[in-house]
């Protein structure tokens, strides 16, 4: 291939990168339940799914969950799914002032030592024991 035939095709390909967007998606508190949570609090329920995020196979449902702390709630929290191997809370750190409660700083899934939460549905309560936090920053990229 001569020399500028390359310089041309690679200035094409970078012109076309450099105005191709890329997708970002910032996550606010949220919850990820089990599917023996799930039953529980949402009885006989199929999750309903609302809207696919940017992340291939996750979606936020529409149900929402009541997040009940010492010291207030918050209410409407998102279920994300699909459902987990274990339920965990994400949220941020005002969100665990207004609880009253000292979540740590952790990746998703590093639940060890985190403090529990009353979580409130429109058919039941449920005390998690533990799998509060506030989620520490991250990126989730596809290969594309």
């Known amino acids: 291939m001569d ?5 041309s095709t690679v200035h094409k390909v970078l012109d076309e990168l450099r105005n191709r967007p890329i997708p ?3 996550s606010n508190r949220h919850i990820h339940l089990c599917a023996a949570d799930y039953a529980r609090l949402f009885p006989e329920q199929a999750i309903r799914e609302k809207k696919a995020l940017l992340q291939p196979g996750q979606y936020a449902a529409e149900q929402t969950i009541t997040l009940a702390g010492p010291k207030r709630q918050l209410k409407k929290v998102r279920l994300l799914g699909p459902l987990r191997n274990v339920s965990q809370v994400e949220i941020s750190r005002t969100d665990a002032r207004t609880l009253g409660i000292a979540a740590p700083l952790r990746m998703s899934g590093d639940l060890q030592g985190t403090p529990g939460i009353r979580l409130i549905s429109p058919f039941a309560e449920l005390e998690l024991a533990s799998g509060v936090i506030v989620a520490q920053r991250h990126i989730h990229m596809s290969p594309a």
């Open 3 to 7: 020399k500028t035939l390359l310089e």
């Open 24 to 26: 970002l998606g910032v």
